[in-house]
Nanobody, 124 residues
């Protein structure tokens, strides 16, 4: 049974940093493309960052490029999202997701497994 469990969310002032973690069980993170999505109040779920299976190529939404970094720790079976220079518009519930079919998909409909989400609130 696959489980993805996010942690690390919280309240932070604009300009601050947070690191989100996604602990995976029931799958090998090396063999899955792992991504972070977010859903703000009244908004649709949107792509944030993805790290692919195998070589671990990374891709980011334009809105977070240069501020966020996604990484995998194979030994711990965990995916991280380091978020720096946070802005109020980054406020959202952040979700970790996994799939093994589409190399670097940014489409949430192509992800098979999801965590429960962790709230990130950035105050101005």
């Amino acid at each position: 049974q696959v489980q993805l469990v996010e942690s690390g969310g919280g309240l932070v002032q604009a300009g601050g940093s947070l690191r989100l973690s996604c602990a995976a069980s029931g799958l090998t993170v090396r063999s899955y493309t792992m991504a972070w999505f977010r859903q703000g109040p009244g908004k649709e779920r949107e792509f944030v960052a993805v790290i692919t299976w195998g070589g671990g190529s990374t891709y980011y939404a334009d809105s977070v490029k240069g501020r966020f970094t996604i990484a995998k720790d194979y030994a711990k079976g965990t995916v991280y999202l380091q978020m720096n220079s946070l802005k109020p518009e980054d406020t959202a519930v952040y979700y970790c997701a996994a799939q093994s079919l589409y190399y670097a998909s940014q489409n949430p409909d192509q992800y098979d497994y999801w965590g429960q989400g962790t709230q990130v609130t950035v105050s101005s």
